[in-house]
Structures are given as C-alpha cells and as structure tokens.
C-alpha cells in the first residue's frame, strides 16, 4: 500500500482494518552536526534504514521545555506561551497554566481511539513535589521522571500513573526508562485498541550536579553505562569552519567571544566522547523495543518516529556547551520515521519542524486537527509542487553555559531573545534574525555552511551581495516582512505565511516575492523590532504587529492583528 492509509481512511474509500500504533522516541538535546547519528549503528539499521530520514527538520525554540511544548500541542512557541524551563514563563506549572495538560497530542490520541503510555522525561519543572498537583494529562500508563532527579543519570526518581515517586538510584536511567516502555508495550499489545507509545529518555542531555559546598547546582559531562565507558576515545568535536571559529559580525551577547585554549577544547571533546557514550543505551533501546514490535508481529501496522527535542552546540562559534541558540547546531536535528507506506532507506529534504509533527501523527491516526504546522508528506512526490521551505525560530531569555568553563561568571548570558527565519529551497539557503537588541543576522548557508560570516554587520559584502539577481537590500526587505507574518501566525499562517501578504497566491515562495514590482510593497512594510529584551513574550516589547497587505499593484491593506484570539478551523486545509 502507498502512503498514508489514514487518507484511506479519511476518504472513507477505503476502511482500514485498525488505527497504526505510533512509537515515539524523543532524545533530550541530540545534535547532528557534532556527528551523533554517526555513533548510533542501531538507529541506523532499524530506524534510517527501514524509513525515511527527514534532512532539514527543525525545532522551533531550541530549549527543552518550550520545544516540548511546541511538539506536543502543534502550536508555535508564541502560541504555546511556554518559553522557559521554569516559572514564571515556562515548565509544568506553565504548561497547567496555560490549559496544555488538558489540551495536547496524548489527550487527542485518546480521544481517537488510542491507548497511550510514556516513560521518560516529559517537561522540566515536573518534581516530586508538583507531579500530583495535578496529574499530567493524557496517559493510560505513565512513568514520568522528576525534577530534581531528571537529569541525574544514576539518581533518578520516577512516578508510576501517579503513585508516590520512586527512586532507582544506582540504576542506569535510559535503561530503566528501557525497560518500563517494553513492560508499557505488553500492555499496550495486549489490547485492541491502537497505541501511543512514547519512549523519552534524556540521554545526551548533561548531568545535573550539585555544589554541595553552594548548593548551586550545573550541568556538567554526561553520565553513561559502565559497559559504553571504553568507546569513542579517538572522537573529536569535527574541526569545521565553525570550530572555535571567531563569528564576523556577532550580535548581542556572542560579540565577543573568547577563543578557546588546548584545555578548554580537550574538555569539550571529552564533553563530545561521552554524549556518544550516553547515547549508546538509547541505541540498544531502539534495537529492543523494534525487535520486540517484530516479533510481537505489529511492525506492519506501527510507525516508528525518532527525534530530539533541540540541537546542540560544543566548542562551536567559541561556545561552552549549550543549546538556545539559533544556529543550525541547534536548530537542525534528526527526524526519522519508519512504517506503513514510508519507503525504506530514503532521505527527504522538505523543510519541517517539530509544529509539524502533531499535524503528522494526528493524520496518521485518521483525525485531523487544526494546529500551526503542516501534515508532512511523508513520501517523495506527496508534496506535489507545495512549497516547503521556511521554519520559523523563536527564542525568549537567557543562554546557559553547561561544562566546566563558558561564560564564568554569570553562567547565563541575557539578551538571548531573537526571532529567526530558516529557509530552505533548491535556489537559496538562509537564515535570518533579529535580535532583542535590534541587531540583525543574515547568512547565506550556501555558501557560508558554519553561519560564521553575519552579513548583515558587513557592509563591504552586503554591498555586492545578491540573490536570484536580487540585491542585499531588496533580500532583507522580504525576509524581514515574513518574520513580521510568522512571529504572531496562527494556524494556516504559520505553513503558507505568504498567502497573509498575497492573498492572491501569486506569491508562495521567497523567490516569487523577490520580483521588483514588490520592491515598493515590501519597502513600505512595518520593520521587526523590539523596544526591550524581556526573559518571556511581552507583546508589547516587540515592536509592531501588523502588516500590509498586496491587493494590487496600486492597493495597500493595512491588516489589524491585535485581535490575537481568532478560531482555528475556517481557514486551514489538509495538505495533500
Ligand atoms: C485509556 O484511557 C482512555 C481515556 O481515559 C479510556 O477511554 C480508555 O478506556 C483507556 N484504555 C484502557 C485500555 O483502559
Ligand atoms: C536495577 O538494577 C538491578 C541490578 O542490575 C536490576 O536487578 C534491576 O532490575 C534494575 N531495576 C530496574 C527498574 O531497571
Ligand atoms: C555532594 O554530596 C553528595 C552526598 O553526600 C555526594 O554524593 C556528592 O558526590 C557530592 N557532590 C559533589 C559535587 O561533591
Ligand atoms: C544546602 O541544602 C541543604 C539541604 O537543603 C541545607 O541543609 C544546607 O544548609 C544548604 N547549604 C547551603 C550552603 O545553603
Ligand atoms: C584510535 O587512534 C589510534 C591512533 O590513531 C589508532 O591506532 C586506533 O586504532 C584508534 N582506535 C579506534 C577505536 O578507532
Ligand atoms: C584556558 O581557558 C580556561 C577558561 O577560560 C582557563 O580557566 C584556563 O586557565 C586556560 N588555560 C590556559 C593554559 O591558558
Ligand atoms: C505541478 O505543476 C505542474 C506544472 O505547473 C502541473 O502540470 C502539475 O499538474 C502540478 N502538479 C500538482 C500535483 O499540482
Ligand atoms: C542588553 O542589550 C541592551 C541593548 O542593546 C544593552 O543596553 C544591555 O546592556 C544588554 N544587557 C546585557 C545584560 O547584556
Ligand atoms: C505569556 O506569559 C507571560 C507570563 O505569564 C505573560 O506575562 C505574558 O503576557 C504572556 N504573553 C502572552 C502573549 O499572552
Ligand atoms: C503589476 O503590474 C505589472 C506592470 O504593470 C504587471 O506586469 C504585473 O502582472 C502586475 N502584478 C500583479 C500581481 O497584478
Ligand atoms: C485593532 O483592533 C483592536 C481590537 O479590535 C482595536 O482595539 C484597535 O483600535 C485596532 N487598531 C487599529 C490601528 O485599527
């Protein structure tokens, strides 16, 4: 069968005999440019090389909780509200808050039919103290780890459906994590209904350690099984032209980097070397549980999806080791899905994000739901001739320096709060930001793939820059108005922003929109700005929110956009 039978079913052409199950595995800060997916054999011969790798996924806000939050519920970040890992602008208590326990992917799998299950880490701020206050939402059987153990390898605690928290101290936590999802998928098979599943162990997140002379606490080197501690001892952070590479034109905070010494840098390779080795339980994890969906005979009938919640960064543009930021370490991370109609051993290169993959799983399981991203054409040609290029990045707060050195004193570092455009198509490569500061970043990944070489701050380039014949100008102008469209976009907005400019649809593309005869349309449009760097969304610090709109050539619609609460549903469609 070819493609999604959930459009079998949709059509109602075709009734298929059960819902797929769905396992999910989401890893906790996997990168793929320090090489990770390099190390993981296992996901490659069960996962990549039975599906379909996604090579330009992205989050959308790269930090844990908030893209986390973006994932689950299919919302943008500034949607969400959950910018942070802890109060008051993130975390669980945030998540409560802001309606998410009652209102995301788990609840809506249950109520299409599912049985659902989780074991792992599911947002930061979920402690031994607030796991009961109340219960998160949405699972037929849970094993949740808790903060302040989360992140302590051998020290975790964990709730059962809600008992009184657990601890395995002296156990391996991806192990245990292994184990409670195999035990979670005999329930899960012995009933008939279809299955969610979702495996969340924090392997290659960092340790969390406690000063005990402060108690301060940090996240210093990863812990990793007694039985991995002998591998990768020759791995190296790759020498890239963004190793320890001095940024030429950094904004804000990343200005004026240090360089790192020997010592530093062999600290971070032995950083590198053990994420790998943390990772390893996670790729024995992934060879158990599809062993055990094969022999259980279920396979035909389960997609298995594999992701992280952000990127990561080692040594890179001079950085202690770290996530938050919106270079591609940080943003661009694996996404693999194998299953029904999914072709084996294929890579697709349409742009996707973490918004997208609620959409995904809710189609998949025969009930469409309105949300911020698109249901991913999940085999090539299934995109017919869409357009799939832009991500939309998002980013509130502060960035954490995690290991030994970085930053010093103060090991976080303010005016982190940008917004940042990534488009990806046949013609161009880019990424764009502005920053709280008001700063600009503009690289051409084509040919700068480190984003070293900030454009934007160089006017002797920029000067001679062009794209599709276009000058530096006239390509900012157009970049600049869609991330005035993405950074308030809800529902169809967010997946086809350039309809909200054209409503014509003469424009659906960076490359349509770079004609001159818009050169005056864009000109005239209102700048991204903020007025201040706030740690969370304060619309009112960033700058204006509405925009005009093409009718003609003659005709400017001015678009009123502070009647932020409009109703998901008349406006969006299936993608087909
Ligand atoms: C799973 O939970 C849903 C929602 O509470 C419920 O309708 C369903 O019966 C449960 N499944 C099982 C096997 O108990
Ligand atoms: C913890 O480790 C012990 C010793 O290896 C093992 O017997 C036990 O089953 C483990 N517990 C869990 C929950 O994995
Ligand atoms: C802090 O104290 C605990 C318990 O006494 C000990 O296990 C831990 O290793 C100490 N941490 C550090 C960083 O010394
Ligand atoms: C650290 O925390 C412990 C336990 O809460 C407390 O007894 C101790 O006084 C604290 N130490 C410092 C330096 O604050
Ligand atoms: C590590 O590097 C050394 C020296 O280049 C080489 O002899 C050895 O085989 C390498 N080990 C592994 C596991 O690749
Ligand atoms: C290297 O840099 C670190 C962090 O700044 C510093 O603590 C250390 O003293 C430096 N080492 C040398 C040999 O300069
Ligand atoms: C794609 O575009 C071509 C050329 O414009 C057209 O012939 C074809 O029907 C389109 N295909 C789809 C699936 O829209
Ligand atoms: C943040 O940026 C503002 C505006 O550029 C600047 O005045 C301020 O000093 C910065 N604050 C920090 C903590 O870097
Ligand atoms: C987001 O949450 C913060 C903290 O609760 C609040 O101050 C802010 O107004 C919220 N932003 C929006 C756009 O709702
Ligand atoms: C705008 O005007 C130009 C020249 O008059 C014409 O070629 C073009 O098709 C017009 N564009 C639109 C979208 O109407
Ligand atoms: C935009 O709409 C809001 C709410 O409907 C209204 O209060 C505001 O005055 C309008 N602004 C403009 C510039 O029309």
Same mark, same amino acid.
Request: charged share 20%; hydrophobic share 35%; net charge negative.
């Given at each position: 069968?070819?493609?999604?039978?959930?459009?079998?079913?949709?059509?109602?052409?075709?009734?298929?005999?059960?819902?797929?199950?769905?396992?999910?595995?989401?890893?906790?800060?996997?990168?793929?440019?320090?090489?990770?997916?390099?190390?993981?054999?296992?996901?490659?011969?069960?996962?990549?090389?039975?599906?379909?790798?996604?090579?330009?996924?992205?989050?959308?806000?790269?930090?844990?909780?908030?893209?986390?939050?973006?994932?689950?519920?299919?919302?943008?970040?500034?949607?969400?509200?959950?910018?942070?890992?802890?109060?008051?602008?993130?975390?669980?208590?945030?998540?409560?808050?802001?309606?998410?326990?009652?209102?995301?992917?788990?609840?809506?799998?249950?109520?299409?039919?599912?049985?659902?299950?989780?074991?792992?880490?599911?947002?930061?701020?979920?402690?031994?103290?607030?796991?009961?206050?109340?219960?998160?939402?949405?699972?037929?059987?849970?094993?949740?780890?808790?903060?302040?153990?989360?992140?302590?390898?051998?020290?975790?605690?964990?709730?059962?459906?809600?008992?009184?928290?657990?601890?395995?101290?002296?156990?391996?936590?991806?192990?245990?994590?292994?184990?409670?999802?195999?035990?979670?998928?005999?329930?899960?098979?012995?009933?008939?209904?279809?299955?969610?599943?979702?495996?969340?162990?924090?392997?290659?997140?960092?340790?969390?350690?406690?000063?005990?002379?402060?108690?301060?606490?940090?996240?210093?080197?990863?812990?990793?099984?007694?039985?991995?501690?002998?591998?990768?001892?020759?791995?190296?952070?790759?020498?890239?032209?963004?190793?320890?590479?001095?940024?030429?034109?950094?904004?804000?905070?990343?200005?004026?980097?240090?360089?790192?010494?020997?010592?530093?840098?062999?600290?971070?390779?032995?950083?590198?070397?053990?994420?790998?080795?943390?990772?390893?339980?996670?790729?024995?994890?992934?060879?158990?549980?599809?062993?055990?969906?094969?022999?259980?005979?279920?396979?035909?009938?389960?997609?298995?999806?594999?992701?992280?919640?952000?990127?990561?960064?080692?040594?890179?543009?001079?950085?202690?080791?770290?996530?938050?930021?919106?270079?591609?370490?940080? *943003?661009?991370?694996?996404?693999?899905?194998?299953? &029904? !109609?999914?072709?084996? +051993?294929?890579?697709? =290169?349409?742009? $996707? /994000?973490?918004?997208?993959?609620?959409?995904?799983?809710?189609?998949?399981?025969?009930?469409?739901?309105?949300?911020?991203?698109?249901?991913?054409?999940?085999?090539?040609?299934?995109?017919?001739?869409?357009?799939?290029?832009?991500?939309?990045?998002?980013?509130?707060?502060?960035?954490?320096?995690?290991?030994?050195?970085?930053?010093?004193?103060?090991?976080?570092?303010?005016?982190?709060?940008?917004?940042?455009?990534?488009?990806?198509?046949?013609?161009?490569?880019?990424?764009?930001?502005?920053?709280?500061?008001?700063? *600009?970043?503009?690289?051409?990944?084509?040919?700068? &793939? !480190?984003?070293?070489? +900030?454009?934007?701050? =160089?006017?002797? $380039? /920029?000067?001679?820059?062009?794209?599709?014949?276009?000058?530096?100008?006239?390509?900012?102008?157009?970049?600049?108005?869609?991330?005035?469209?993405?950074?308030?976009?809800?529902?169809?907005?967010?997946?086809?922003?350039?309809?909200?400019?054209?409503?014509?649809?003469?424009?659906?593309?960076?490359?349509?929109?770079?004609?001159?005869?818009?050169?005056?349309?864009?000109?005239?449009?209102?700048?991204?700005?903020?007025?201040?760097?706030?740690?969370?969304?304060?619309?009112?610090?960033?700058?204006?929110?509405?925009?005009?709109?093409?009718?003609?050539?003659?005709?400017?619609?001015?678009?009123?956009?502070?009647?932020?609460?409009?109703?998901?549903?008349?406006?969006?469609?299936?993608?087909?």
């Amino acid at each position: 069968m070819k493609f999604s039978s959930a459009f079998l079913l949709l059509s109602g052409a075709v009734a298929f005999a059960k819902q797929p199950n769905i396992l999910f595995i989401l890893t906790d800060d996997q990168d793929i440019h320090l090489g990770s997916l390099d190390y993981m054999p296992k996901l490659k011969k069960y996962i990549s090389e039975q599906g379909t790798t996604f090579t330009q996924h992205h989050c959308t806000v790269a930090i844990c909780c908030p893209s986390r939050a973006n994932l689950w519920t299919g919302h943008a970040a500034h949607n969400t509200n959950v910018t942070d890992v802890k109060p008051p602008w993130g975390g669980y208590s945030k998540v409560v808050s802001e309606g998410w326990n009652d209102n995301y992917l788990p609840i809506w799998m249950q109520n299409t039919g599912y049985n659902t299950y989780y074991s792992g880490k599911l947002w930061n701020g979920h402690t031994t103290s607030n796991y009961d206050s109340p219960y998160a939402g949405g699972f037929n059987g849970s094993d949740f780890l808790l903060d302040p153990y989360t992140y302590k390898y051998y020290d975790a605690k964990m709730t059962r459906n809600g008992a009184e928290p657990v601890s395995y101290a002296g156990n391996y936590s991806t192990d245990v994590i292994s184990g409670k999802i195999q035990g979670f998928l005999d329930e899960a098979l012995a009933d008939e209904r279809p299955w969610f599943v979702v495996a969340a162990p924090i392997a290659p997140h960092s340790t969390q350690v406690t000063d005990n002379a402060t108690n301060a606490t940090s996240l210093q080197i990863p812990e990793y099984a007694e039985r991995h501690a002998h591998l990768f001892n020759n791995y190296t952070i790759p020498r890239d032209t963004r190793f320890n590479a001095k940024i030429q034109g950094g904004v804000s905070w990343m200005a004026h980097l240090p360089e790192l010494n020997s010592t530093v840098i062999e600290s971070y390779d032995e950083f590198g070397r053990a994420r790998l080795r943390a990772l390893q339980a996670v790729d024995e994890m992934v060879e158990t549980l599809v062993e055990k969906l094969d022999k259980a005979g279920v396979l035909d009938n389960t997609y298995i999806v594999y992701t992280t919640d952000n990127g990561f960064h080692i040594s890179q543009y001079r950085l202690p080791p770290g996530k938050e930021c919106g270079f591609d370490t940080d *943003i661009h991370i694996p996404l693999m899905i194998r299953g &029904p !109609g999914i072709e084996a +051993n294929k890579e697709l =290169d349409i742009v $996707t /994000s973490h918004t997208d993959l609620a959409p995904t799983i809710l189609n998949l399981a025969g009930a469409p739901k309105a949300l911020d991203g698109k249901i991913i054409p999940l085999t090539k040609g299934a995109a017919g001739n869409k357009t799939y290029e832009h991500t939309s990045v998002e980013y509130w707060g502060t960035a954490l320096a995690e290991g030994l050195y970085g930053f010093n004193n103060p090991r976080y570092m303010y005016n982190n709060t940008y917004k940042g455009l990534r488009l990806i198509s046949n013609d161009y490569n880019l990424y764009y930001s502005v920053w709280c500061t008001n700063e *600009i970043e503009f690289y051409d990944v084509n040919t700068d &793939p !480190g984003q070293i070489h +900030n454009l934007a701050a =160089d006017s002797s $380039t /920029s000067a001679t820059y062009t794209l599709e014949g276009r000058s530096f100008d006239q390509v900012i102008a157009r970049l600049d108005t869609l991330t005035m469209v993405l950074k308030s976009c809800k529902g169809v907005v967010c997946t086809e922003p350039w309809n909200s400019l054209f409503p014509s649809g003469a424009v659906g593309s960076l490359k349509d929109a770079l004609k001159p005869e818009y050169d005056t349309f864009f000109a005239k449009q209102p700048k991204v700005s903020y007025s201040a760097c706030e740690l969370g969304y304060i619309v009112s610090s960033e700058g204006p929110q509405d925009f005009n709109v093409y009718e003609s050539n003659k005709t400017f619609l001015k678009v009123n956009r502070s009647d932020r609460d409009f109703e998901y549903g008349d406006d969006w469609h299936l993608y087909t």
